[in-house]
């Protein structure tokens, strides 16, 4: 069955890290193509974000940037009704053992702290609209169904934790209305994922787009590719 979803996002707020390109860029303009007000993050001023969009610098590995963002929104809207946690980073091939010190803090810092504290100053604010949606863009390569081999340990756990972040958001606030989601995106033709990706940005960013859409009640606390639901 077909979850119910607002055919326009009109009146409603929402707040996209890592929108300046990819998968991102494109779900902040899909969002802001329905109507929605759309704060695109950024970590850097030299990065532009799509028109019609309002950039936010945006690190998420900045706890700083993360507070100025959320409270700006509040000042300017009184509302959050989306977070899109996209931002991220990857390095991909080696195993834990020759995988860099750097790269292990970095991933997790981007993928999965980063989450945690954008949810952890922006919740409060979603709670207060009816139905906020939290739309976590994680992998398949977190899943722990699947033969977690190939290396790219950081990568992996990061997205594990991330999936573990969305059923933490269901648990703790479901009751009260809160819908959060992780997201496979598949294999994307971005700058992480390669020129050889099966997938164009367009398709990655269908169903992130799609679970922003969702209405109160709507299913919550699950991992989706291709709006089905997957495994874990």
Known sequence: ??????????????????????????????????????????????NETPEGTERVLLDVTQEGDIEEVVDGVFADQSRLDILVNNAGVGGFGDDIVAEPTERIDR?????????????????????????????????????????QSGGSPAYRISKTGLNGLTAYLDGQYGDDGLIANSVCPGWVRTDMGGEEAAQPVEKGAETPTWLATFKPGAPSGKFWRDKEVIDW
């Not at 779900?27 to 993050?41: F, H, M, P, Q, S």
């Open 107 to 147: 991933t997790l810092g981007v993928n999965l702290r980063g989450p945690m504290l954008m949810c952890k100053h922006a919740v409060p604010l979603l709670l207060k609209s009816d139905g906020g949606r939290v739309v976590n863009v994680s992998s398949g390569m977190g899943a722990l169904g699947e033969e």
């Open 1 to 46: 069955m077909e979850p119910d979803r607002y055919d326009d996002l009109d009146g409603q707020v929402a707040l996209v890290t890592g929108a300046n390109r990819g998968i991102g860029r494109q779900i902040a303009e899909n969002l802001r193509d329905r109507g929605a007000t759309v704060y695109a993050g950024s970590r850097s001023v030299t």
